[in-house]
């Protein structure tokens, strides 16, 4: 939790970051992601204003294992899409990074074409927290971004835990960065992630990396012919190419542009963005629940010795379940439901 | 809701299904399948004490596209391993079921040589209800099964919306079954499954499907490898053969043994099994949580408008979820959480 700087009225957040202002926006973002219940209250009030504004840019999630060259991925493409006359926000969701470590993000020496340009604002992920509530806090962000003008948004994840779903759930777009060797274990992609991927790049498909490369973008395509044709009606692609080099970035623009063609002519684009708001909604609620009942005196008191007893098999499951259940319902009273996502939430 | 043909004492039912009399076993499921509040906690009580004769068996989950061939995988599979000596459990969770369709284990007649075998024991899935509901008279079926003596369940799912995770969630071993034609989009495996399996067995492998199942076969191995090497320490194969031509069992068979041989000896298949009976605990308490407050008047009343609202940007999801929240906290009272989990839930 950090001090504010400097605290406005709803109406100046609101007014600056329509009108585009760095600063203002950059505080709005520090309002969102304290935890003080104060700045929760005017970080919602501003967010409703602003929203009419927002949902205009295309938004392109962007993982991949660690040492696939992100950092250097994001200043290239980053640079070639400005090039291309677009606004650029970069965020990212990293719920391990924390304020002395830094997010990949954080590290803005590794992009330094785009850190400091003028049409691109660089947010390093919102720090500590549980996945929910970074993701949560990356989602308003990006929704700040889009209404202070940005027409492009990359959301980066590190790929721990759950990150990449919640990146994929808050994206029109998922791109998956691999390394020219597949086939190779070590390359490790988590279980399911493959089959978010609306595009695979291979990354540093330099000099004498071209064979491997080439094998690895014949596997990974013949891969992707296995999975059901997704809902999009896009079929994933994967290419192979060079950030350093800036080899290959054009064709993951036309994808891009090829892609939003696709879905605004069959309705998926629009389709997709409302469930991802219904889904939102949902998932906040549910987190919300599962916080109001796991945090409840009663269960928490309970918890380790129904765990313990479930596991050792003197009680099953579903029973277990409905004790928790009753205990927490005698003891509910007022749960506190007004209270903030804080940092344990 | 069936009536009750006939209704016995908690000893009776723990007694009958422990010295593994069928007809007894047949009626305890049948107490569990039931929604009636009496018989929920008869059955809650029965599955208490036979609790600890559970466990025993191994728990193999097949999964497939309709026309894979199913029914005849099973019933060969079935026979061979009643041939190696085991006794059989052959259960099934397919929540588009109902009692005038009948799941494909209803459809008796194509599992001829198991049906009525005097060491197998073929329950067709549980009809209607949520996918929940159906998943939990399953794993509880399985637990009287295990408790009534047999050694060996396979639990078979016809692949509709999430039913295969939750197999794949309460069995030691998840199965793919697929056609010899890798390549072809029509197979249209559902995002996620190929990366649940343990072990792919491409059926139908017969006279001039030969070759074609040979590339399937490279095919689901490399595409396997691509993945990153599952917690269980064993490495997902890929077998081709035919059910039809009692072709290919033996290497499953052999699968099986190794694989428990292996996770026996790592530790895994416990951890395994006391997580998933952990998740059982958490998946339940969430589904009634999230039942209470979603049948809750108070936000049945506002949901579609709620709903609405969101889509159209007139609200954010995050302020949406907490006006829903506070209606909900306002209008609870006495949620019903000793209800069973009936047709609704």
Redesign the interface.
């Known amino acids: 939790m950090k001090p504010m700087r400097s605290r406005h009225s709803v109406d100046t957040y609101t007014e600056g970051v329509l009108s585009g202002d760095r600063v203002l926006l950059g505080q709005a973002i520090t309002l969102i992601e304290s935890s003080l219940d104060s700045d929760q209250e005017l970080a ?1 009030a501003v ?2 204003r602003i ?2 504004a ?2 205009k840019a295309f938004r392109m999630g962007i993982t991949g294992v660690p040492g696939v060259g992100k950092s250097t991925f994001i200043d290239a493409f980053g640079s070639y899409l400005v090039a291309q006359g677009h606004t650029l926000g970069v965020l990212a969701v990293d719920p391990s990074s924390n304020l002395t470590q830094g997010s990949i993000l954080g590290d803005k020496t590794r992009m330094e074409r785009i850190s400091h340009h003028p049409r691109v604002f660089v947010r390093p992920s919102p720090s500590g927290g549980s996945l929910g509530g970074v993701a ?1 806090k990356t989602r ?1 962000t990006m ?1 700040l971004c889009e209404a202070a003008g940005f027409d492009m948004i990359l959301v980066e994840t590190v790929g721990v835990g759950q990150s990449e779903t919640a990146v994929h759930d808050m994206v029109d777009f998922f791109l998956l960065l691999m390394l020219p060797n ?2 190779d ?1 070590l ?6 992630i ?3 991927a609306d595009g695979i790049f291979i990354n540093k498909a330099e000099a004498n990396a071209m064979d491997k490369a080439r094998i690895a973008q014949a ?2 395509s ?2 992707l ?5 997704p809902a999009s009606g896009w079929h994933p692609q994967v290419a192979m190419g060079s950030a350093l080099n800036e080899v290959g970035l054009h064709t993951l623009y036309q994808w891009m542009l090829d892609f939003q063609q696709k879905t605004w002519q069959n309705g998926y684009w629009e389709i997709n963005r ?1 469930e991802q ?2 889904q ?2 949902k998932d ?3 987190h ?3 916080h109001i ?1 796991f945090e409840s005196p009663a269960v928490k008191a309970h918890w380790e010795q ?2 313990a007893a ?2 050792n ?10 004790q ?3 205990l927490w ?1 005698e003891g ?1 009273r007022q ?1 506190g ?2 209270k903030p996502e804080g940092q344990g939430a």
Request: aromatic share 8%; glycine share 6%; net charge positive.
């Open positions: 919602a967010l409703e929203l009419p927002t949902g949560r308003e929704l597949a086939g274990e390359q490790g992609i988590k279980k399911g493959m089959e978010m596997a990974y013949q891969a012919r296995l999975f059901a044709p409302q708001s219904i939102w909604l906040t609620i549910l919300r629940l599962s009942f129904t765990q479930v596991t098999k003197e009680i099953p499951p579903v029973k277990a379940a409905q928790l259940l009753r319902q509910y749960p439901i007004d």
